[in-house]
């Protein structure tokens, strides 16, 4: 196994059932024969879909997304609650539910916008150094803190009234727990709700469409055409403006000696981050403009 630093991109995994998000990493460690790597998003087991995993130099970028924009797609039932708030957990209850679509319709709504949540138990939330799930089966119930957090929609896709099963979707902000969601609205329509499936379609930047499976990337590494399927580390800021130095800026930036506005062709009065890009087109990081000066906020060269 080497750490080549050679190598070095953003791979976005569709997350096989069952795994963890460290089983993911840990097996593709072994696939691409390198060991520094990260992700971005941790998804529970259960889940599926969208993993984005960071190679090489590029798992400076995990921490410092700018696009923290998440959407899901959530299979739920009424008239059940569990200790996990899915399906996997212990069954707490159970009741008959005669719910109608245009009752769900209306209940959804009142977890649209900026809503708390109590971080459910079986969580990766960490209590006095603990993490949540930890607590959780080992029998405990700890306090917890409600936290805010910001859904922009919820829209439910399919409901059978007969057997009080649907699908939903919903989009977010980072730090969202769907199965809170769906156990909040079973508890405000007083007949109980679990995930019973989920997806996650979209995360920091990244699609399902755009995802590879565990297999596919095999089959992709054992043809040597790894570096093909790597997008670019800047691909994950591209909410950002671009910097594009000549020649003798790109030495200097590289070199640490902080740039003036007007050699960049700004007035540095702009708060945003920038990317910034040398003079043969390479990714060197990202900087902001501190007292009219170009300083580097994060460098991945």
């Not at 998003?41 to 696009?67: E, N, Q, R, S, Y």
């Not at 609650?81 to 679509?101: C, M, P, Q, W, Y």
């Not at 909410?239 to 590289?254: F, P, V």
Request: aromatic share 8%; hydrophobic share 35%.
């Amino acid at each position: 196994m080497t750490n080549n630093d050679n190598i070095a991109g953003i791979l976005p995994v569709n997350k096989p059932q069952g795994w963890t998000s460290f089983d993911v990493v840990a097996k593709l460690r072994g696939v691409l024969k390198i060991k520094r790597l990260g992700h971005a998003g941790t998804l529970d087991p259960m889940a599926t879909g969208v993993l984005p995993v960071f190679v090489g130099k590029a798992t400076k970028a995990c921490d410092i997304l700018p696009d923290t924009k998440k959407a899901y797609t959530a299979g739920f039932r009424l008239g059940m609650t569990t200790d996990t708030l899915d399906i996997t957990g212990e069954v707490l209850s159970e009741k008959a539910a005669n719910v109608s679509r245009e009752q769900l319709e209306s209940v959804k709504a009142r977890f649209v916008g900026e809503i708390t949540q109590l971080p459910p138990m079986y969580s990766a939330v960490k209590v006095d150094g603990k993490r949540l799930y930890q607590l959780a089966r080992e029998g405990k119930t700890v306090e917890r803190t409600p936290r805010k957090c910001t859904v922009h929609s919820i829209g439910i896709v399919s409901f059978d009234e007969a057997a009080q099963q649907g699908e939903m979707t919903v989009c977010c902000e980072k730090g969202t727990y769907i199965r809170t969601i769906i156990d909040d609205i079973g508890q405000t329509l007083g007949t109980g709700a679990v995930m019973t499936s989920l997806v996650r379609t979209y995360s920091g930047g990244f699609d399902i469409k755009d995802c590879l499976t565990i297999e596919q990337i095999a089959q992709i590494c054992e043809q040597g055409k790894l570096e093909q399927i790597l997008m670019p580390t800047e691909k994950a800021f591209e909410l950002y403006k671009d910097i594009r130095l000549n020649e003798r800026l790109t030495a200097l930036y590289k070199n640490g000696v902080k740039l003036y506005a007007g050699q960049v062709g700004s007035d540095g009065k702009s708060p945003e981050t920038f990317r910034v890009f040398g003079s043969d087109g390479s990714f060197l990081g990202l900087a902001a403009f501190e007292d009219g000066q170009l300083r580097s906020v994060k460098n991945f060269y």
